[in-house]
């Protein structure tokens, strides 16, 4: 089993460095009480403490592989990184094409990006909003994103 | 209390129109996504928790109760047929379940592998049954310091969900911690660590955290690892097995139902770790251990067994404490608050009646995949052929949009895709996701009950002394923190001894 230095750890270490600063710098701000339940600060404080020491420690210490098909990289791989960026864009698509344009076109994008033939994506992509929809919206009465787009173009 | 006719009310309520179809819907859901090599019960359970919203509550939690019963069962199906686990639970079933599988008894082995899991999960449905309302019951007396106590314990015996790494695990407890922090201070009632957006003055959607760490988290990992379809599986045929081989192997199942139930009941620890202990058992107590690992079907039958055993001691905690044990159970009771029910032992004094729906839900859903597992068996085989490539994209677009419906938010789609971002690198890295979810829910019930301890000492802790119940779980949180920092150091010291590389 081989024990180095992860950037992976490393990179976590310096995360929470810095999520312990904002937990600090927040606490700042807070009301400052001083009754029987104690000062609401002492608690995320003292999270804020072990937080830097077990950032301190993710990088200084040595420590095995984990378990799994991780490598010790912190580079991202391709394919999930382009889905990652859909589904960015879908987030930002969805309150203004509606559901059932912006899911098709996510799911097809995500197929093709996974690889699989148009064949069998297209049917899926197509299918796949359509029944959320209905499901969501015919069934269950749960309203989903219509479009903006689409209530302007169709009044 | 245990009460009888309460429980055969909730059968019939489960037997009803309004629920049943909920169960058997469940059921097949549980086996599909179980069967499907890394898609695992307690995605599926996030993936379809905004399913239940409209739904009448016991509807909705019979469902996902369904789900998460046969969601672990059918980890083994995939595990017998293609040599790849469904899910984490199910890779002891593979190192006999294959072998059967190759020697041309992959319908055998899926037979025993159902029947085992049927037996497993009805023990523990019933161990549940039994034993969740005397807990509750004593449950009565905690207070403040006891919750407090209770949270410490849980979150020191989370850090041994860490796998290889326990301050990878620490620190995944130490992000959960952070992120349940933010909104609300739960005494002082102001807003804390919310960046001036008004979405997160109640913290993040609980539900859409999990669904991004548990749903789309996982879906981004098998973007990376798809490239072609999985190998074709063995026909299955003659599934179901005989009535004397099962009875034959009663002292497999009394072993692996028991190490089930403690496993299942002990915080942090679940079905992974019970099939593994129980086949481990099994293998060293049989007169011929050679033959496992070669096709033992007491080898499938000590790993399933156990491992749906271990899924009423799981619900335990979460039921009667309000402690959930493990991520899919953790999960679950973010299906219950959902739907206004807090678990721990004022649901089982205002909603009874409920609760011992929930009972007779969990062995129902016991009973409901053996009859389909058994039923369906070459029909859930081809399952496990599906094309991943098609699949997991529809599986990203489900996590999103049901974060949309919890609160028809569409901050909550961002919520889901930070947190399916976060769990994907976290999960690259080695860092466990389980006890951040875990810390999230301990963590703001450790700091509210402290400070509530502190209201009731008039300002000094020193009240905990005067409650034993509370010393002895923190006694308990001491030693398996002192258990923990001993892996540590023992880590660290194979880590040292182990020259740098290059």
Same mark, same amino acid.
């Given at each position: 089993?081989k024990?180095h230095?992860?950037p992976?750890d490393i990179?976590?270490?310096v995360?929470l460095w810095?999520?312990?600063?904002?937990?600090v710098q927040?606490?700042t701000t807070?009301p400052?009480?001083?009754?029987?339940a104690?000062?609401?600060?002492?608690?995320?404080?003292i999270?804020?403490?072990?937080m830097?020491l077990a950032?301190?420690?993710?990088v200084v210490l040595?420590?095995?592989?984990?378990e799994?098909?991780?490598?010790?990289?912190i580079?991202l791989?391709?394919?999930t990184?382009?889905?990652?960026?859909?589904?960015v864009?879908l987030?930002?698509?969805l309150?203004w094409?509606?559901?059932?344009?912006?899911?098709i076109?996510?799911v097809?994008v995500?197929?093709?990006i996974?690889?699989a033939?148009?064949?069998?994506a297209v049917?899926?992509?197509?299918?796949t909003?359509?029944v959320?929809?209905l499901?969501f919206?015919?069934m269950?009465?749960?309203?989903?994103p219509?479009?903006?787009l689409?209530?302007?173009?169709?009044? | 209390m245990?009460d009888?006719q309460?429980?055969a009310?909730?059968?019939?309520?489960?037997?009803s129109?309004?629920?049943?179809p909920?169960?058997?819907?469940?059921?097949?859901?549980?086996?599909i996504?179980g069967a499907?090599?890394?898609?695992?019960?307690?995605?599926a359970?996030?993936?379809?928790?905004p399913?239940?919203?409209s739904?009448?509550?016991i509807s909705g939690?019979v469902?996902?109760?369904?789900?998460?019963?046969?969601?672990?069962?059918a980890?083994g199906i995939?595990?017998?047929?293609?040599?790849?686990?469904?899910t984490?639970a199910?890779?002891?079933?593979l190192l006999?379940g294959y072998?059967?599988?190759?020697?041309?008894?992959?319908?055998?082995?899926i037979g025993i592998?159902? $029947?085992?899991?049927?037996?497993?999960?009805?023990?523990?449905a019933f161990?549940l049954?039994?034993f969740?309302p005397?807990?509750?019951?004593f449950a009565l007396?905690?207070s403040?310091?006891e919750y407090?106590?209770l949270?410490?314990?849980g979150?020191?015996?989370?850090?041994?969900?860490?796998?290889?790494s326990?301050l990878?695990?620490?620190?995944?407890?130490?992000?959960?911690?952070?992120?349940?922090?933010?909104g609300i201070?739960p005494?002082?009632?102001?807003?804390?660590?919310?960046f001036?957006?008004?979405?997160l003055?109640?913290?993040?959607?609980f539900?859409?955290?999990?669904i991004?760490?548990f749903s789309l988290?996982e879906?981004f990992?098998?973007?990376?690892q798809m490239?072609?379809?999985p190998?074709?599986?063995p026909?299955?045929?003659n599934?179901?097995p005989?009535?004397r081989?099962?009875i034959?192997m009663w002292?497999?199942?009394l072993?692996?139902?028991m190490?089930?139930?403690i496993?299942?009941?002990s915080?942090?620890v679940?079905?992974?770790?019970?099939?593994?202990?129980?086949?481990?058992?099994?293998?060293?107590?049989?007169? !011929?251990?050679s033959?496992f690992?070669k096709g033992a079907?007491?080898?499938?039958a000590a790993?399933?067994?156990a491992e749906?055993?271990?899924?009423?001691?799981?619900?335990?905690p979460?039921?009667?404490?309000g402690?959930p044990?493990?991520?899919?159970?953790?999960?679950?009771?973010?299906a219950l608050?959902?739907?206004n029910l807090?678990?721990g032992?004022?649901?089982?004094?205002?909603r009874?009646d409920l609760?011992?729906?929930i009972?007779a839900g969990m062995?129902?859903?016991?009973?409901?995949f053996? $009859?389909?597992?058994l039923?369906g068996?070459?029909l859930?085989a081809?399952?496990?052929?599906? !094309?991943?490539?098609?699949l997991?994209?529809?599986?990203?677009?489900?996590?999103?949009?049901?974060?949309y419906a919890?609160?028809n938010?569409p901050f909550?789609?961002?919520?889901?895709?930070?947190?399916?971002?976060?769990?994907w690198?976290m999960?690259?890295?080695?860092?466990?996701?389980?006890?951040?979810?875990l810390a999230?829910?301990?963590?703001?019930?450790?700091?509210?009950n402290?400070?509530?301890?502190?209201?009731?000492?008039l300002?000094s802790?020193?009240?905990?002394?005067?409650?034993?119940?509370?010393?002895v $779980?923190?006694?308990l949180?001491?030693?398996?923190l002192a258990?923990?920092?001993?892996?540590?150091?023992q880590?660290?010291?194979?880590?040292?001894?182990?020259p740098?590389?290059?």
């Amino acid at each position: 089993m081989k024990a180095h230095a992860r950037p992976g750890d490393i990179l976590a270490g310096v995360i929470l460095w810095a999520m312990a600063a904002v937990i600090v710098q927040q606490s700042t701000t807070w009301p400052v009480a001083g009754d029987v339940a104690g000062n609401p600060v002492v608690f995320p404080r003292i999270l804020a403490a072990i937080m830097a020491l077990a950032g301190l420690a993710l990088v200084v210490l040595r420590r095995p592989e984990p378990e799994g098909e991780t490598d010790g990289t912190i580079l991202l791989p391709g394919r999930t990184v382009q889905a990652i960026i859909a589904t960015v864009v879908l987030a930002l698509a969805l309150d203004w094409l509606g559901l059932i344009a912006a899911g098709i076109a996510y799911v097809l994008v995500l197929q093709r990006i996974a690889g699989a033939p148009w064949r069998a994506a297209v049917p899926f992509a197509v299918a796949t909003p359509v029944v959320i929809w209905l499901v969501f919206v015919a069934m269950l009465r749960v309203p989903l994103p219509v479009g903006q787009l689409w209530k302007t173009l169709i009044p | 209390m245990f009460d009888p006719q309460l429980l055969a009310s909730g059968f019939a309520a489960v037997a009803s129109a309004k629920v049943f179809p909920f169960l058997i819907a469940g059921s097949v859901m549980g086996i599909i996504v179980g069967a499907i090599p890394g898609l695992t019960a307690t995605m599926a359970i996030a993936l379809l928790i905004p399913f239940t919203f409209s739904m009448e509550p016991i509807s909705g939690i019979v469902m996902l109760l369904a789900i998460y019963a046969s969601g672990i069962y059918a980890g083994g199906i995939a595990s017998i047929l293609i040599r790849t686990p469904g899910t984490p639970a199910a890779a002891a079933t593979l190192l006999d379940g294959y072998p059967m599988a190759q020697k041309g008894e992959a319908g055998r082995a899926i037979g025993i592998a159902t $029947i085992s899991s049927g037996i497993g999960g009805l023990f523990s449905a019933f161990a549940l049954t039994l034993f969740a309302p005397l807990l509750a019951t004593f449950a009565l007396r905690f207070s403040a310091p006891e919750y407090f106590a209770l949270a410490v314990f849980g979150l020191s015996v989370t850090m041994s969900l860490a796998g290889s790494s326990l301050l990878r695990g620490f620190v995944s407890v130490l992000v959960g911690l952070a992120v349940g922090m933010i909104g609300i201070d739960p005494i002082g009632g102001f807003q804390r660590m919310t960046f001036g957006y008004s979405e997160l003055s109640g913290g993040f959607n609980f539900v859409a955290v999990m669904i991004g760490l548990f749903s789309l988290a996982e879906a981004f990992r098998q973007m990376e690892q798809m490239s072609s379809l999985p190998p074709v599986p063995p026909a299955v045929r003659n599934v179901l097995p005989r009535a004397r081989e099962i009875i034959g192997m009663w002292r497999v199942y009394l072993r692996s139902c028991m190490y089930g139930l403690i496993i299942g009941i002990s915080p942090g620890v679940g079905a992974e770790t019970s099939s593994f202990l129980a086949y481990a058992e099994t293998k060293r107590t049989s007169k !011929d251990p050679s033959r496992f690992g070669k096709g033992a079907p007491e080898g499938v039958a000590a790993a399933q067994s156990a491992e749906n055993g271990s899924t009423g001691g799981d619900l335990l905690p979460m039921l009667t404490l309000g402690v959930p044990g493990d991520a899919a159970t953790a999960v679950l009771m973010g299906a219950l608050t959902i739907h206004n029910l807090q678990p721990g032992p004022m649901l089982f004094q205002e909603r009874p009646d409920l609760v011992h729906q929930i009972f007779a839900g969990m062995i129902s859903a016991n009973i409901a995949f053996v $009859i389909l597992g058994l039923a369906g068996a070459r029909l859930f085989a081809k399952v496990v052929q599906i !094309d991943r490539r098609v699949l997991v994209p529809l599986v990203c677009l489900l996590s999103l949009i049901g974060a949309y419906a919890i609160d028809n938010n569409p901050f909550d789609v961002w919520v889901t895709l930070a947190f399916g971002v976060l769990g994907w690198l976290m999960q690259r890295n080695g860092f466990p996701v389980s006890p951040l979810v875990l810390a999230v829910i301990l963590g703001g019930m450790m700091e509210s009950n402290l400070r509530r301890t502190m209201v009731m000492g008039l300002g000094s802790p020193a009240i905990m002394l005067d409650r034993p119940i509370a010393l002895v $779980i923190l006694a308990l949180a001491a030693l398996s923190l002192a258990a923990v920092l001993r892996r540590i150091w023992q880590e660290r010291r194979r880590a040292v001894a182990v020259p740098p590389a290059g």
